[in-house]
């Protein structure tokens, strides 16, 4: 079975920075894109970040480019998302998920992905 399973959310105060993970079972990450979203209480969820299957490159959301790193090992089979300087709008339930290759132009889209985790919770507050 596939599964995929986040952790490292918590409470951290403005400007700060957490680093979240995915632990990926039953694929491999070079066959899967895998994408980190997030949802708020009353609205859709939102694509942040996406990491490809070959060469690994990297996209983002326009509202994290800078302050967001996506990396991934592949003999650990962990997609990894370095948080910088939060602010309280990051606040959201973060979930990852993994996908077949996609075009670009689908990446952030949430219909698109296959597997999902549960999501672990970023609170950003003073």
């Known amino acids: 079975q596939v599964q995929l399973v986040e952790s490292g959310g918590g409470l951290v105060q403005p400007g700060g920075s957490l680093r979240l993970s995915c632990a990926v079972s039953g694929l491999a990450l070079d066959y899967y894109a895998i994408g980190w979203f997030r949802q708020a209480p009353g609205k859709e969820r939102e694509g942040v970040s996406c990491i490809a299957t070959s060469d690994g490159s990297t996209y983002y959301t326009d509202s994290v480019k800078g302050r967001f790193t996506i990396s991934r090992d592949n003999a650990k089979n962990t997609v990894y998302l370095q948080m910088n300087s939060l602010k309280a709008e990051d606040t959201a339930v973060y979930y990852c998920?993994?996908?077949?290759?996609?075009?670009?132009?689908?990446?952030?889209?949430?219909?698109?992905?296959?597997?999902w985790g549960q999501g672990t919770q970023v609170t950003v507050s003073s």
């Open positions: 998920a993994a996908a077949e290759p996609l075009g670009l132009a689908r990446i952030f889209g949430p219909d698109e992905y296959d597997y």
